[in-house]
């Protein structure tokens, strides 16, 4: 298991530090973001450490397409999968990035504009 010391993302996956757990497999976890952005604001992450989509190889192919359909599953049980939700990976400064750890934003419960700001 590829962890990284200082990464708040690596300690809500080991517990040492609290979150709101939706679902989680033996390849993510999926919590409530502490911050939220819409009703429903959801993290999805892998359990290994890897920084951004930037630095996603070949080798995540088979994590972040998990972790993509762990998405759709969440949205689906949860049960605003018909009425729709977004997706959202920032990457690197411009994109946003806050975590250098991979994370999926799913973001559900009210209208998104496109592009985003
Ligand atoms: P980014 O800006 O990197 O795309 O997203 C990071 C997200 O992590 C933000 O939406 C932020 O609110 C959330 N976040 C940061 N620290 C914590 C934490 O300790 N717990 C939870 N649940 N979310 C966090
Ligand atoms: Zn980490």
Redesign the pocket.
């Known amino acids: 298991m590829m962890t990284s010391e200082d990464c ?1 993302f690596c300690k ?1 996956v080991s517990g040492e ?1 609290p ?2 757990r939706v679902y989680e497999d033996d390849v993510c976890v999926a ?5 939220p ?1 819409a009703p429903t ?1 959801i ?1 999805i992450i892998p359990r290994d450490h890897f920084e951004s989509l930037d630095k996603a190889g070949r080798d995540q192919k088979d994590t972040l397409g998990h972790m993509l359909l762990s998405a759709a599953e969440i949205a689906r049980e949860k049960g605003f999968a018909e009425k729709g939700y977004r997706v959202v990976i ?1 990457t690197n400064a411009d994109g ?4 250098f750890h991979l ?1 999926i ?1 799913l973001l559900a419960g009210r209208p998104f504009v496109f592009p985003p700001g």
């Open positions: 708040i809500i530090i979150s709101k919590f409530n973001d502490l911050s952005q604001h993290l920032n946003g990035q806050t975590v994370h934003h």
